[in-house]
Nanobody, 124 residues
Framework: QVHLVESGGGLVQARGSLRLSCQISGGTLNSYTMGWFRQVPGKEREFVAAVSWIGGNPSYADSVKGRFTLFRDNAKNTVYLQMNNLTPEDTSVYYC?????????????????WGQGTQVTVSS
């Protein structure tokens, strides 16, 4: 069974950086399209970024373009989300997700596997 485990969240000041990691077990990373989502209490989970297992450039939500970078290390079975120039509006629980299809999707229902989430808090 596939498991995703996120790490790297924490508290950071505005304009700071964090790198989130998501390690996959029970499967190989290069078989899944991987994505990051985030959710704050009372709101729906929203798409942040994703990349297809067949390669190509990642897709990003407009709110994070130019600040966040998704990249994957297939040898380590790990996908990363590098977050720069963080703002308080980025405060959220961040979730790693995987799907068996090769195309990038932005909807929560399109993903088959989810991590437990990691909290990111950005102070002003």
């Amino acid at each position: 069974q596939v498991h995703l485990v996120e790490s790297g969240g924490g508290l950071v000041q505005a304009r700071g950086s964090l790198r989130l990691s998501c390690q996959i077990s029970g499967g190989t990373l290069n078989s899944y399209t991987m994505g990051w989502f985030r959710q704050v209490p009372g709101k729906e989970r929203e798409f942040v970024a994703a990349v297809s297992w067949i390669g190509g450039n990642p897709s990003y939500a407009d709110s994070v373009k130019g600040r966040f970078t998704l990249f994957r290390d297939n040898a380590k079975n790990t996908v990363y989300l590098q977050m720069n120039n963080l703002t308080p509006e980025d405060t959220s629980v961040y979730y790693c997700a995987g799907r068996r299809g090769s195309d990038v999707r932005t909807r929560v229902v399109s993903y088959d596997y989810w991590g437990q989430g990691t909290q990111v808090t950005v102070s002003s």
